[in-house]
């Protein structure tokens, strides 16, 4: 991913086939589908790949049970689909969660259900053990045939509450089944890429870049780190900016042909608590549950704290969200509400985020009711430019499916064939995943020097890529930092590998420092020397990119500097008591 490379190749023939403009993941993975049947694509993507929507998921890879009684089955069906595909694929970032829904009516919800099914209401409501038993069932059905997982079953309420006594005592069932998380969603989206970089010069990428409408034809491609601005001349654009669409095709078009608006964007926004008692509470399983006002919120373990969350509310501007106090507020209020026991405490919200769901536009009143499904709509060119295909909608489950389907409307617009299919398609971390991982951990330990702890942690962050990892941390002098879960060598592979162009690219997407909560004021000044060494940043540089991640810290994620230095000390106490114990 060698961005002079990249614009040097742009320099000497700036046709391509295809240009993608968007690197979430929905445009990663068409990309990804385009390069691998050897199509001459470009991907241009204005901030960090998956530094949007696909980085503020609820971390779930589920089916949507709730979109069954929008009448969704089809989606439901191809994301249980793709759900499991992925549990195949991306074993490393991809695991089983056993989810359980509380349950405090029997017959509620089932006259409204069905009301709403047919689009007479559009209230929400809560849904008692009928509705959601209906739901469970067709769900089991839908997965009949592959049986990864268990199917759903049902307790009382005295063996709910014997094994979780915090619960609402006023529930009457629960219901446990299975969907899946995952741990790493911004690092997929690196793998998809690098996936689809592995096809050969025919593919390229670039973040922090944009492309706008020449005014002597073609378009204008401007570097964003080195401010270049080179023409290029595609054939088709793919237009995946997922909530960004409407804005996107404000540059691809004159003000006078502009397409009428395609998206209708609602926030989700999520806390990540630190509450070890909370934590271990929930046994592992995530807490599907109904807030008062029938909307759904969620509560699970998050790389080893917990993550609740989400709202639902119409914006119109996706560039400026961030979950707002009113908003942790309702989060908090349904966390009270469904365990009512549990207090948390300001300073126990270690990060915050919130994204944009790529919604098809609608004049629904019930956020709820919008379809989640995805579709692409192809727009004719301006002036004899090329047309432009926009992905509209799309979860981050279906990710991969949606992908080839605008890849085979692109291929069948190129008149090209279609060369091999994804659906199989292992990638990253996951490719050559071990049956035995702790005997592939003690050869890889063997065979590096490195310690057999240090192997696992890195074999977690990674999968089977931790081996060249841990090859490249063996093969200088590498340098501890001061989370002793990280080394100076990993960060520097992970800034000359993945196309780290900022202190928030690394610290928030290449690694899961920022979103663990793990990440202090020492750990980010070091991270930032790094990176300047390995850019050849002046000190001046240095201190720009420093204040601008602390600035973009505290305004989206809640983490202020102050909170980065108090966790100095945290740090330096866990290292004490570490060694102490060692």
Aim: net charge negative; with cysteine; hydrophobic share 40%.
């Amino acid at each position: 991913m060698n961005r002079e490379e990249t614009l040097d190749g742009l320099r000497k023939s700036p046709k391509v086939d295809v240009c993608v403009l968007g690197g979430g993941i929905n445009g990663l993975s068409v990309f990804r589908e385009l390069a691998l049947q050897g199509v001459n694509v470009l991907l241009v993507e204005r901030g960090d790949y998956c530094s949007g929507a696909s980085a503020a998921l609820s971390r779930m890879v589920h089916g949507g049970l709730r979109y069954l009684e929008n009448g969704e089955f089809s989606l439901v069906r191809e994301s249980l689909v793709e759900r499991d595909r992925l549990l195949r694929n991306a074993p490393h970032y991809v695991a089983p969660l056993p989810t359980t829904v509380p349950i405090f009516d029997v017959f509620s919800g089932l006259g409204n259900g069905i009301v709403r099914f047919l689009g007479l209401t559009h209230r929400p409501s809560r849904r008692g053990a009928i509705t959601i038993k209906a739901g469970l069932g067709i769900y089991d059905f839908l997965t009949r045939k592959r049986a990864l997982m268990p199917k759903h079953q049902f307790r009382g309420r005295r063996s709910t509450l014997a094994k979780w006594p915090a619960l609402n005592s006023a529930i009457r069932n629960s219901a446990t089944y299975y969907d899946a998380w995952v741990s790493h969603p911004e690092r997929i989206g690196v793998e998809i890429l690098r996936d689809g970089l592995s096809a050969g010069p025919n593919a390229a990428a670039l973040n922090y870049a944009t492309i706008e409408q020449a005014p002597a034809g073609g378009f204008l491609l401007r570097d964003d780190v080195s401010g270049e601005v080179l023409t290029i001349n595609p054939s088709l654009i793919i237009n995946a900016t997922g909530g960004w669409i409407d804005i996107a095709n404000g540059a691809l078009f004159p003000e006078d042909a502009r397409p009428a608006p395609l998206m209708g964007g609602t926030k989700g926004s999520h806390l990540i608590i630190d509450h070890p008692g909370l934590r271990d509470m929930l046994d592992g399983h995530m807490i599907y549950y109904e807030n008062e006002d029938g909307r759904i919120c969620i509560l699970f373990p998050y790389l080893g704290k917990v993550l609740v969350g989400s709202t639902d509310i119409r914006v119109d501007d996706p560039r400026t969200v961030r979950c707002e106090a009113d908003e942790r507020d309702y989060i908090l209020q349904s966390l009270a509400f469904v365990l009512p026991g549990i207090v948390i405490r300001p300073e126990e919200i270690v990060f915050q985020f919130a994204g944009v769901r790529p919604l098809p536009a609608s004049n629904d009143s019930f956020t709820g009711r919008i379809p989640r499904d995805h579709f692409c709509t192809m727009l004719e060119g301006s002036d004899g430019g090329p047309p432009v295909l926009c992905m509209i909608g799309g979860k981050w489950t279906t990710f991969r499916s949606f992908g080839e389907l605008a890849a085979d409307m692109a291929l069948e617009q190129l008149g090209l064939p279609r060369r091999l299919d994804t659906a199989e398609r292992t990638f990253g971390g996951g490719r050559g995943f071990p049956d035995d991982r702790d005997d592939w951990l003690r050869q890889l330990s063997a065979t590096t020097g490195l310690a057999a702890d240090r192997v696992a942690t890195l074999f977690t962050r990674y999968g089977t890529d931790a081996a060249e990892i841990a090859r490249f941390i063996c093969a200088g002098a590498d340098q501890a930092l001061p989370h002793a879960g990280y080394s100076a060598r990993e960060l520097i592979h992970l800034i000359r590998s993945e196309a780290v162009e900022h202190l928030d690219d690394l610290l928030l997407r290449r690694t899961t420092l920022a979103v663990s909560g793990e990440l202090s004021l020492d750990v980010a000044d070091v991270a930032l020397a790094i990176l300047a060494a390995e850019k050849g940043w002046p000190p001046q540089r240095a201190a720009e990119e420093r204040a601008r991640f602390l600035t973009l810290l505290n305004d989206r994620h809640g983490v202020s500097e102050d909170t980065l230095s108090a966790r100095n000390e945290q740090r330096s106490e866990l290292c004490e008591t570490s060694a102490r114990s060692g």
